[in-house]
């Protein structure tokens, strides 16, 4: 007489296949494409559209700037930076190159001209600010010659805690992490569990250098990280560090001729911090360690960070930084309920619930004040809308997604 299968092993069998299945379906919906990261600056020919910055608060001398690529890094504060961007392209009537079906240009396959929603040869746009994995000579053909490349970087090891936890129901490789701290135990050991091969291994190691259309698999002392650092300097006017979101701003403020009202923002797509583990300095330096080539690349950016803080004025930044804080406070009692992010089941509104990973990540969002002024209720909201719905509002039909939440939320839950 056979042995009999463990019901919850054949049910966790049967789940595990189902969420590669689904995996498989979304993560490899676009064709297969080549990388390249060889320099190459053609433009299109669009007129850049002017618009006037008429604060008669700040001693204006500049023209804003309106062509702009954000490069959209995981897990680096980059949902509130793309909220930003979206609601200035808003408001000035500027044109995006928007994703189609999914809430980024097929992910991780690398960009291509053809992932933008309703393109043709020769169209021009002013912003591109979703996740994709770089792809230089694709993007400048979206944009005139003036456009600014941007993107922002963070701690590797804060980055890496951050994806572990956000990413692990997507990453079948960390299913079999033994214990409780499967953190600590991967980077204890991580020969022992990580596969290069494995489905999405990306999010595992050095997932910054990913992004940016690199090699993550490269040991730090490789010449070709030396080499991809280089690329990225020459490419991107300005690189942010999230670990000091609020300068970032103020950097990006000026070198586009922005004001200070284009850079209120929420925190969006915060986890919870009962979800967020405690990194020992050791457990730091293991995360740097194993994500090398991103901890080099992280303090390159760093170092030219602070460089160009100084030049601007550490008096002047803090200056800057407190207004920011003040506009914020402002604007967080104006349009928040109760004053701060909840979970998503406290949200009471649907449209405003944050999209949710699998696993115990939860994501916090906010319930709008019912008592909002009317000349501050369309920012409020703008501010505080969810990625997801926002791409949804600005027309794009995001079938694939909401095909693999539907699964994740009726069938995985």
Same mark, same amino acid.
């Given at each position: 007489?056979?042995?009999?299968?463990?019901?919850?092993?054949?049910?966790?069998?049967?789940?595990?296949?189902?969420?590669?299945?689904?995996?498989?379906?979304?993560?490899?919906?676009?064709?297969?494409?080549?990388?390249?990261?060889?320099?190459?600056?053609?433009?299109?020919?669009?007129?850049?559209?002017?618009?006037?910055?008429?604060?008669?608060?700040?001693?204006?001398?500049?023209?804003?700037?309106?062509?702009?690529?954000?490069?959209?890094?995981?897990?680096?504060? @980059?949902?509130?930076?793309? %909220?930003?961007?979206?609601? /200035?392209?808003?408001?000035?009537?500027?044109? &995006?190159? !928007?994703? =189609?079906?999914?809430?980024?240009?097929?992910?991780?396959?690398?960009?291509?001209?053809?992932?933008?929603?309703?393109?043709?040869?020769?169209?021009?746009?002013?912003?591109?600010?979703?996740?994709?994995?770089?792809?230089?000579?694709?993007?400048?053909?979206?944009?005139?010659?003036?456009?600014?490349?941007?993107?922002?970087?963070?701690?590797?090891?804060?980055?890496?805690?951050?994806?572990?936890?956000?990413?692990?129901?997507?990453?079948?490789?960390?299913?079999?992490?033994?214990?409780?701290?499967?953190? @600590?135990?991967?980077?204890? %050991?991580?020969?022992?569990? /990580?596969?290069?091969?494995?489905?999405?291994? &990306?999010? !595992?190691? =050095?997932?910054?250098?990913?992004?940016?259309?690199?090699?993550?698999?490269?040991?730090?002392?490789?010449?070709?990280?030396?080499?991809?650092?280089?690329?990225?300097?020459?490419?991107?006017?300005?690189?942010?560090?999230?670990?000091?979101?609020?300068?970032?701003?103020?950097?990006?403020?000026?070198?586009?001729?922005?004001?200070?009202?284009?850079?209120?923002?929420?925190?969006?797509?915060?986890?919870?911090?009962?979800?967020?583990?405690?990194?020992?300095?050791?457990?730091?330096?293991?995360?740097?360690?194993?994500?090398?080539?991103?901890?080099?690349?992280?303090?390159?950016?760093?170092?030219?960070?602070?460089?160009?803080?100084?030049?601007?004025?550490?008096?002047?930044?803090?200056?800057?930084?407190?207004?920011?804080?003040?506009?914020?406070?402002?604007?967080?009692?104006?349009?928040?309920?109760?004053?701060?992010?909840?979970?998503?089941?406290?949200?009471?509104?649907?449209?405003?619930?944050?999209?949710?990973?699998?696993?115990?990540?939860?994501?916090?969002?906010?319930?709008?004040?019912?008592?909002?002024?009317?000349?501050?209720?369309?920012?409020?909201?703008?501010?505080?809308?969810?990625?997801?719905?926002?791409?949804?509002?600005?027309?794009?039909?995001?079938?694939?997604?909401?095909?693999?939440?539907?699964?994740?939320?009726?069938?995985?839950?």
């Amino acid at each position: 007489m056979g042995k009999k299968t463990n019901p919850r092993l054949k049910h966790k069998l049967i789940m595990g296949t189902l969420v590669i299945c689904m995996m498989g379906i979304y993560c490899f919906s676009a064709q297969t494409n080549h990388d390249t990261n060889s320099a190459s600056f053609a433009s299109c020919p669009q007129v850049t559209p002017q618009i006037s910055n008429n604060s008669s608060a700040e001693n204006v001398t500049c023209k804003p700037k309106v062509n702009l690529m954000f490069m959209k890094t995981h897990k680096t504060g @980059s949902s509130t930076m793309l %909220n930003i961007l979206l609601r /200035f392209g808003e408001k000035n009537q500027l044109k &995006f190159a !928007l994703p =189609n079906s999914r809430n980024d240009f097929f992910y991780p396959s690398t960009f291509f001209r053809s992932q933008v929603k309703n393109y043709r040869p020769g169209l021009c746009y002013n912003i591109v600010c979703n996740h994709m994995r770089f792809n230089a000579p694709e993007v400048e053909k979206l944009f005139p010659g003036d456009a600014a490349f941007f993107t922002i970087l963070r701690d590797p090891a804060e980055l890496f805690e951050s994806s572990f936890h956000y990413y692990k129901g997507y990453v079948p490789q960390t299913w079999r992490i033994p214990g409780k701290n499967k953190l @600590s135990e991967f980077l204890t %050991n991580p020969s022992r569990y /990580f596969n290069p091969e494995g489905i999405n291994s &990306f999010y !595992l190691r =050095n997932l910054q250098i990913f992004d940016l259309g690199f090699e993550n698999n490269l040991e730090v002392d490789d010449p070709r990280v030396h080499e991809s650092i280089e690329y990225v300097a020459k490419r991107f006017q300005l690189v942010l560090i999230s670990d000091h979101f609020e300068e970032s701003l103020i950097l990006l403020k000026d070198a586009l001729c922005w004001q200070m009202d284009d850079m209120l923002f929420f925190k969006l797509n915060a986890r919870r911090a009962v979800s967020v583990s405690a990194m020992s300095p050791d457990l730091k330096g293991k995360a740097r360690e194993w994500n090398g080539a991103d901890w080099k690349l992280y303090q390159h950016f760093n170092a030219t960070f602070w460089a160009r803080v100084e030049a601007y004025g550490r008096r002047r930044m803090e200056e800057d930084v407190r207004e920011l804080h003040r506009r914020n406070a402002e604007m967080e009692a104006i349009c928040i309920d109760g004053r701060g992010a909840v979970v998503a089941e406290d949200i009471t509104d649907v449209h405003m619930k944050p999209w949710q990973p699998l696993g115990d990540a939860a994501i916090l969002g906010y319930n709008l004040r019912a008592d909002i002024p009317q000349q501050f209720s369309d920012l409020c909201r703008k501010m505080l809308t969810p990625e997801i719905q926002y791409l949804t509002d600005l027309g794009v039909d995001l079938w694939l997604t909401r095909l693999w939440g539907w699964f994740k939320d009726n069938v995985l839950s």
